[in-house]
């Protein structure tokens, strides 16, 4: 029970964890009230900084009384930007409360509980991130250009000089960006930048509002050819991205044991963690239990993550991707590769699919990796009485819960194992994996 000392100061134990990370406490009024910082087990002296009908917010301005699980954040920025909000949290602990969320969900919303809770998959858990996006911002206050994530209020850009998570090529020179950036005429003008890395070459994609003057151009070269990092410009959309310096960029990444390297554009999907997407696809084959005389059906394919491993295992696959450019840059792979046994379709999943060609071809196992919204749509349309396998990979427990409550109750799978992968260590984000069979 919490006791406010005031309106807005208040102490209180914390007795759960939100799936955004914060701690769970009762104000005596019986309200919740979701405390940043604050972890399960602890008192904590708290700050009111929000109020909600049916929840308040705070931050915790003390710890009273520490968890075991309590550790000294390794980033200096921890608690100001908004990007990894479990640094104050045993990595082994921050891997077992992203599992119970994983259960939590199956059991509230999809009314279904795993015949096995498979062993979390971790790696790396520092310098890991191989994609993201710097939101950029010229501070006249502050007198300079901040490049980073944004704050934990999301109007401000975190004024950050380095990133321990971020692959160190890029997270080790955060602030010399921000520095190259406000060198530029144009600094006004760039709102953001996006990285991305692969086995060879790492790059970043400058977002121009307002064409690039000769000496920006110049600065933008003299930056690539010192550190090493590709330049790209991006003064459109996805489409008008291209290279400032090299004029050759190898982007592209090696699937270990597979004999598979994908390319890549540099604005296109890829796991963000390359340690665990390598452990990931070993565990969704071997779940899928993939043999040579199986046909599979692999739903938001990209690039061909799953389907190219696949392919050289299995009698065929076929790969459905809503984004034309990843479909096209699969399709390339398999040829890159050798493949021939890999098709690839364009369809957007969450529309009515039924007279497409690919759906009505029969399969003996389904792989499926859809966004945050999940694959109710394609799910409720497809011919599943053939398939006995079904591999779920996600990116968001409760549409996973959902999904797996649909494909137990209503199209005769049990669920037979899931668990959690660490793709986003030290974060909220909890990626999970599911086998269902028939």
């Known amino acids: 029970m919490a006791r406010r000392r005031n309106f807005q100061e208040f102490e209180a134990e914390i007795t759960g964890l939100t799936h955004d990370?914060?701690?769970v406490a009762r104000l005596e009024d019986g309200k919740a009230v979701f405390i940043a910082g604050a972890l399960p087990g602890e008192r904590?002296?708290?700050?009111?900084?929000?109020?909600?009908?049916?929840?308040?917010?705070?931050?915790?301005?003390?710890?009273?009384?520490a968890a075991p699980e309590r550790v000294e954040p390794r980033c200096q920025?921890?608690?100001?930007?908004?990007?990894?909000?479990?640094?104050?949290?045993?990595?082994?602990?921050?891997?077992?409360?992203?599992?119970?969320?994983?259960?939590?969900?199956?059991?509230?919303?999809?009314?279904?509980?795993?015949?096995?809770?498979?062993?979390?998959?971790?790696?790396?858990?520092?310098?890991?991130?191989?994609k993201g996006r710097f939101s950029v911002r010229h501070v006249e206050k502050k007198g300079k250009t901040l490049?980073?994530?944004?704050?934990?209020?999301?109007?401000y850009v975190a004024d950050i000089t380095r990133c321990e998570v971020v692959v160190p090529q890029i997270g080790g020179r955060v602030d010399e960006i921000g520095e190259l950036v406000d060198s530029l005429q144009a600094r006004s003008d760039i709102p953001q930048i996006e990285f991305i890395a692969g086995d060879e070459a790492t790059a970043l994609i400058f977002r121009h509002l307002t064409p690039l003057g000769e000496a920006d151009r110049d600065a933008l070269v003299a930056f690539s050819k010192r550190t090493g990092l590709a330049v790209f410009l991006q003064p459109g959309g996805v489409d008008s991205v291209q290279p400032l310096w090299p004029e050759q960029v190898p982007l592209s990444f090696a699937i270990a044991g597979h004999g598979v390297e994908l390319a890549f554009r540099p604005l296109d999907f890829i796991q963000v963690?390359?340690?665990?997407?390598?452990?990931?696809?070993?565990?969704?084959?071997?779940?899928?239990?993939?043999?040579?005389?199986?046909?599979v059906l692999d739903l938001f394919c990209g690039l061909g993550n799953f389907t190219l491993p696949l392919a050289r295992r299995v009698s065929e696959v076929?790969?459905?991707?809503?984004?034309?450019?990843?479909?096209?840059?699969?399709?390339?792979?398999?040829?890159r590769n050798g493949i021939t046994n890999a098709q690839f379709h364009a369809a957007d999943l969450t529309q009515d699919q039924r007279q497409a060609t690919w759906m009505r071809q029969g399969f003996s196992k389904l792989l499926l990796d859809p966004p945050r919204s999940g694959?109710?749509?394609?799910?409720?349309?497809?011919?599943?009485?053939?398939?006995?396998?079904?591999?779920y990979v996600s990116c968001h427990p409760a549409s996973l819960a959902r999904d797996a409550g649909y494909l137990v109750r209503e199209r005769g799978f049990r669920l037979v194992a899931a668990g959690v992968m660490d793709m986003f260590p030290h974060t909220a984000h909890v990626e999970s994996i599911a086998v269902f069979e028939r």
């Not at 990843?326 to 792979?333: D, I, K, P, S, T």
């Open 318 to 335: 076929v790969g459905v991707e809503g984004d034309a450019g990843l479909v096209q840059r699969a399709r390339e792979n398999a040829q």
């Open 273 to 295: 963690n390359a340690g665990i997407n390598h452990k990931m696809i070993d565990l969704a084959l071997e779940l899928l239990d993939a043999r040579p005389d199986d046909r």
């Open 375 to 391: 694959a109710d749509a394609v799910l409720a349309q497809l011919d599943l009485d053939g398939i006995q396998r079904i591999v």
């Open 44 to 65: 904590v002296r708290a700050m009111q900084t929000g109020r909600h009908r049916s929840y308040d917010e705070a931050r915790t301005e003390e710890v009273l009384q």
């Open 147 to 155: 490049v980073g994530f944004r704050e934990t209020n999301p109007r």
């Open 21 to 23: 990370g914060r701690g």
């Open 77 to 130: 920025h921890f608690g100001v930007c908004s990007g990894c909000v479990l640094q104050h949290m045993a990595e082994s602990q921050q891997i077992q409360a992203k599992q119970g969320v994983l259960i939590e969900n199956l059991e509230r919303i999809g009314h279904v509980r795993p015949g096995t809770v498979l062993p979390p998959l971790t790696d790396a858990s520092w310098g890991y991130r191989r």
